[in-house]
Nanobody, 126 residues
Framework: QVQLVESGGGSVQAGGSLRLSCAAS????????MGWFRQAPGKEREGVAAIDTFGRTTYYADSVKGRFTVSRDNANNTLYLQMNSLKPEDTAMYYC???????????????????WGQGTQVTVSS
């Protein structure tokens, strides 16, 4: 079993930056794919970014490419999401998730992830 705790959310003006963190604990967390997902009120959950077990391959939604960077520090069991050039449409609750393995073509499909954190709110104002 895996436990995930997100942090780093907050309020920022458009064009600003935030860095989200996800602290993982439990069995075999170092072996898991990990991803960031977000959901705004009245909107469907959206896969934002994901990273494979060793941080060698990353995946991004088209809407965040060039602005967001996902990384992981396996030694400290921590996942990060660096968010730059934030836009109001990035406003959402951001969730960290993990799974032992997912197909590369579906790395941003939240239905494949088993473990989820409680989320951290990101609000971007105009």
């Amino acid at each position: 079993q895996v436990q995930l705790v997100e942090s780093g959310g907050g309020s920022v003006q458009a064009g600003g930056s935030l860095r989200l963190s996800c602290a993982a604990s439990g069995s075999t967390v170092y072996s898991n794919y990990m991803g960031w997902f977000r959901q705004a009120p009245g909107k469907e959950r959206e896969g934002v970014a994901a990273i494979d077990t060793f941080g060698r391959t990353t995946y991004y939604a088209d809407s965040v490419k060039g602005r967001f960077t996902v990384s992981r520090d396996n030694a400290n069991n921590t996942l990060y999401l660096q968010m730059n050039s934030l836009k109001p449409e990035d406003t959402a609750m951001y969730y960290c998730a993990s799974q032992s393995w997912v197909p590369s073509a579906r790395a941003l499909d939240g239905t494949l992830y088993k473990y989820w954190g409680q989320g951290t709110q990101v609000t971007v104002s105009s």
